[in-house]
């Protein structure tokens, strides 16, 4: 059961669809992530090594012909704060939708 967890290292919008993406993948190479993203090189690196410093991410580097390439997954630890995080932000959401009920129903019945 994914336990609920706001996650602020996850949280950034790039951080989060990087994650995210990672999350839908077994592995992405770099290439891929870069241009889903739209990221440049250095930003993306950032951002994985980031991930990677939080034990969230793992990274390999791969030798394609004469070319080292470098692709990325999530460990088991980014999946499970992902989930938590997605499960917190879930939660935040339901309630607001909850006030957002009693105050139309307050507006409903001042406007009667």
Known sequence: M???????????ATR??????????DWA????LKEGL???????SKQLT???????VITERRLDGSRHKLRARL????????????????????GAGSSLQVAQSRRDDTSI
């Open 2 to 12: 994914t336990v609920a967890r706001f996650d602020d290292l996850i949280h950034p």
């Open 16 to 25: 989060l669809s990087l994650v995210a993406t990672l999350a839908a993948v």
């Open 29 to 32: 190479e770099f290439a891929y």
């Open 38 to 44: 739209g990221l440049s090189d250095s930003a993306l």
């Open 50 to 56: 980031t991930l990677e410093d939080a034990g969230y």
């Open 75 to 94: 460990s088991d630890a980014g999946r499970d704060a992902f989930e938590g995080h997605v499960a917190a932000l879930q939660e935040i959401v339901d």
